[in-house]
């Protein structure tokens, strides 16, 4: 997977990640509250279709529809012993729709955080999260994944557990990124540039920002950790925009056009790694994709 990986980003200068999977599940009638981890199994060809959309507008990299398949979150739905099952379904899922592409698509096994604070904030122990994460990677793995992808992080301890559970089962390269959401910090107070310090002493593929307040402060993350790093993948999967409350719907300010921009902007401040998060589609990923082949900085 490495070596094709770098001769991809050899070749472009640039690996074109995928957006949200959630505001286009919600879009086909996924209920807000409900798992969506569950229609891996109850309605796979709608999660198909979305890892289908993302390949044809140039995502060369899928997550799976697997952001909530820890046991801690699916213990919300007591869906707790399902955390395998639901993993494995959504990785073969996103695995199908990789092998049937045109071009190189790699399949990314999408682990977002326990919702649990870690002892002595919290009672969640370290080995608690670790045994957790590591089911889930077993899952995703027999899936058939080409790495794991945790995201949304706040908590840089919680981050190295997880770590520690994949590399209890798995040898497959491993990404993070942390939501740089409370002025330029995560909710826990972790700085753009104490995450690309203690991440890169861990040993992943890339590490960066998703999700998060705006463009503009992924922006500075991303130039933050550069600063530090001069060499580590860095990885810019930005929300679309801020949201904002329309007619009783959340909408995201982040048109196509803009995101197309901010494509640019984070190229040139040294990400390699560049997708859309929440509020984002196809067509933000598709602007996104044709801005970085004809401008990539």
């Known amino acids: 997977m490495t070596t094709l990986f770098s001769e991809l980003l050899e070749k472009q200068g640039y690996v074109m990640i995928d957006g949200g999977m959630g505001t286009m599940l919600m879009d086909v009638g996924l209920i807000s509250g409900d798992p969506p981890e569950e229609w891996n199994v109850t309605q796979p060809e709608k999660i198909a279709n979305v890892h289908h959309e993302y390949v044809n507008a140039g995502s060369n990299i899928i997550l799976t ?21 639901f993993n494995k379904a959504g990785a073969e899922i996103a695995r199908r729709v990789a092998d049937a592409a045109d071009h190189p698509v790699f399949v990314a096994g999408s682990m977002g ?64 990124t942390l939501s740089f959401d409370t002025r330029g910090r995560t909710m826990m107070g972790v700085t753009a540039q ?7 002493k861990l040993g992943l593929i890339a590490i960066g920002g998703n999700c998060g307040n705006g463009l503009d402060e992924l922006a500075d993350a991303v130039e933050a950790m550069r600063a530090v790093d001069s060499d580590i993948l860095l990885i810019a999967k930005s929300n679309a ?15 196509p056009e803009i995101m197309a921009g901010f494509a640019q902007r984070v ?16 067509a933000h990923i598709a602007a996104m994709n044709t801005a970085l082949m004809r401008h990539p900085a």
């Not at 104490?194 to 890169?200: M, N, P, R, T, V």
């Open 65 to 85: 529809n697997t952001f909530g398949g820890s046991s801690f979150r699916l213990k919300l739905h007591k869906y707790q012993d399902r955390s395998y099952e």
């Open 113 to 176: 955080p326990s919702g649990e604070l870690l002892f002595p904030l919290g009672e969640a122990t370290p080995d608690e999260i670790a045994a957790s994460f590591a089911e889930q990677a077993r899952g995703l793995v027999d899936g058939g994944v080409d790495l794991l992808w945790i995201e949304t992080m706040s908590d840089l301890a919680e981050v190295k557990a997880i770590v520690e559970g994949i590399r209890s089962v798995t040898d497959l390269p491993i990404a993070a």
């Open 194 to 200: 104490q995450a690309a310090d203690e991440l890169g």
């Open 241 to 255: 925009g801020i949201p904002k409350w329309l007619d009783g719907k959340l909408e995201y300010d982040g048109t």
């Open 267 to 282: 190229y040139g401040l040294g990400a390699n790694l560049i997708g859309a998060c929440c509020g984002s589609n196809p």
